[in-house]
């Protein structure tokens, strides 16, 4: 197998490398030796006709109810998987050791009552920057090494509650940063679809694992692209809500304006599923008062396959790349997504904004060098961190050196708060907001799509540039991303490289999009596993 650090370009200490490597044997060796202890050999068997690749809520909630699954032989299934391919994709930060203790409990529970909510037994990987009473919370960064809050983040309570587990903590880009999925702890992250190019981010470790059928779900945080960006590079959907649906309590911070949290799944009926687990209002965070009023029974209701017949979608061709040599592939995508809704029954129309382009929207209205330093010293005065403010992270210097620069211009700035230029952008994006209503509203639209990548995601040591995500984190409308389609074959990708459609909406539509993107993801089907990370041999046999 290839080695964590063997096929990364990343720029980075030599030392931070050889410290994943360590570290990322020592979490599958403690793996094993949890799987060894507290499971006997038979319990490796997923069962009768079940399919454990691909899996989804209702297959695994329909093969419980014909008794030929356990929780606990789910989850064993899902940790036999890690522990096949985990070294390949170095997805995952840690792997909860009590997880199969949970998953029994639910067995006990399932016979006596049946399923303990929509999520009964779905594992799940939690990006590693929700906090988890169980298991420390790093964002990826070794300055936060062992970092152990208090209790879970409001929305892994909702999870847990519903009956979710959580398997595993997922790799991110350290402190959700940027798109590359790379930490000084974490290290780097290979997309399981071309494991010469990073999964997206900075959702990618949750992105790669559930590509490579690590778990059921998985959650993001979103900031600028981070949900979408790796659902889009990994054949996935990702939801990034209207902001204030979902609480961001116990997550680590980037920036009060733009950060959501959100599902990614590998079809948009889990994602919706997930979603209406999470949304609510939760005093902890104030924005999420703006939900009242706003939330869905289930994001599931009415998601059928004539959702597009006569809506109006109009392609944002300001966010289409224009050089065929770096852009053709993935416009090409967007062409045949086009030409997929308008079979569905859909009006496709081009609109545009003048002079708006992603790199545009995020040179002018991004805010997040602004609020950091605020909400991250909010954060960490919070509970006994290894580190009590920004001050302090940047001053150890235990962070890689490629974030260094955003960290010590963050923890220069007195207040961003009272900067005149913050304040000029936030009037900025109100008008901004403005002009996107105005936009679908003289075109009497009901969603944009547009690619969420411009180019295909790019080769591991590159910057992660031409995404556009930006609008949707600015405006905080929302936006899913589902699977468009792939590249053609190359050398490394031989079944090509994911490419996703960003559908966004207006505030509070999260339903209207869910539908059609349900439809659309029905009437193509371009979901398909990565060849990196086949299916396992029936235990039985082989093990």
Do not use: W
């Not at 979710?164 to 997922?170: G, N, P, R, S």
């Not at 079809?267 to 939330?295: E, K």
């Not at 409308?477 to 031989?494: D, E, L, M, Y």
């Amino acid at each position: 197998m290839a080695r964590a650090d063997a096929v990364s370009g990343r720029a980075g200490p030599a030392g931070a490398q050889r410290r994943r490597s360590v570290r990322a044997a020592g979490v599958l060796a403690g793996l094993a030796a949890a799987v060894s202890a507290v499971a006997p050999a038979s319990a490796t068997t997923i069962g009768r006709g079940f399919t454990l690749e691909e899996a989804t809520i209702a297959s695994t909630h329909a093969a419980m109810r014909a008794g030929r699954i356990t929780c606990r032989g789910l989850v064993q299934g899902y940790l036999r998987r890690i522990t096949r391919h985990e070294n390949d994709l170095n997805a995952l930060i840690a792997v909860n050791g009590r997880a199969l203790r949970a998953a029994s409990s639910l067995d006990i529970r399932y016979r006596r009552g049946g399923f303990t909510g929509p999520l009964h037994c779905a594992p799940v990987l939690v990006k590693d920057n929700y906090d988890t009473a169980d298991l420390p919370t790093t964002a990826s960064s070794r300055s936060l090494a062992g970092s152990q809050p208090p209790d879970d983040a409001t929305t892994v309570r909702k999870l847990r509650r519903a009956g979710a587990i959580v398997l595993a903590k997922a790799n991110l880009t350290e402190f959700a940063l940027t798109g590359i999925t790379f930490g000084s702890l974490g290290g780097q992250t290979r997309n399981p679809y071309d494991l010469t190019r990073t999964p997206g981010g900075s959702s990618g470790g949750t992105g790669a694992g559930l590509a490579a059928n690590f778990a059921l779900l998985g959650t993001g945080t979103d900031t600028v692209n981070s949900i979408r960006s790796p659902s889009s590079a990994n054949s996935l959907v990702g939801i990034r809500p209207t902001a204030g649906l979902v609480s961001r309590d116990g997550i680590v911070p980037v920036s009060s304006t733009q950060d959501v949290a959100g599902p990614i799944a590998r079809t948009v009926t889990d994602a919706a599923t997930m979603l209406a687990v999470m949304d609510g209002y939760d005093p902890a965070d104030p924005i999420s008062a703006r939900s009242i009023g706003n939330l869905q029974s289930s994001y599931r209701d009415e998601l059928e396959q004539d959702a597009l017949v006569g809506a109006r979608i109009g392609v944002f061709t300001s966010f289409l790349g224009t050089d065929p040599a770096l852009h053709g592939e993935v416009n090409t995508v967007v062409t045949g997504a086009g030409r997929a809704m308008r079979r569905e029954g859909a009006k496709v129309v081009p609109v545009a904004l003048e002079r708006v382009s992603a790199s545009g929207l995020i040179a002018d209205l991004d805010v997040q060098r602004f609020e950091f330093k605020t909400v991250m010293n909010a954060y960490l005065a919070g509970f006994a961190a290894p580190k009590r403010s920004l001050a302090e992270i940047v001053a150890s210097g235990e962070y890689d050196p490629q974030f260094g620069a955003f960290l010590r211009l963050a923890n220069s700035i007195p207040n961003g708060l009272e900067e005149p230029e913050y304040r000029a952008r936030l009037v900025r994006i109100q008008a901004f907001r403005d002009r996107v209503l105005r936009l679908m509203a003289d075109n009497d639209l009901d969603a944009l799509v547009y690619p969420q990548q411009q180019r295909l995601v790019v080769p591991i040591g590159e910057d992660q540039v031409d995404r556009n995500g930006i609008m949707a984190a600015v405006t905080g409308f929302p936006s899913v991303t589902v699977p468009a389609g792939f590249s053609p074959p190359k050398p490394t990708a031989p079944r090509g490289v994911p490419v996703g459609l960003e559908i966004f909406g207006r505030p509070f539509d999260e339903q209207k999009l869910i539908r059609y993107a349900f439809d659309f993801e029905q009437a193509t089907r371009h979901r398909r596993q990565p060849a990196s990370t086949p299916s396992l041999p029936d235990p039985r046999s082989s093990d």
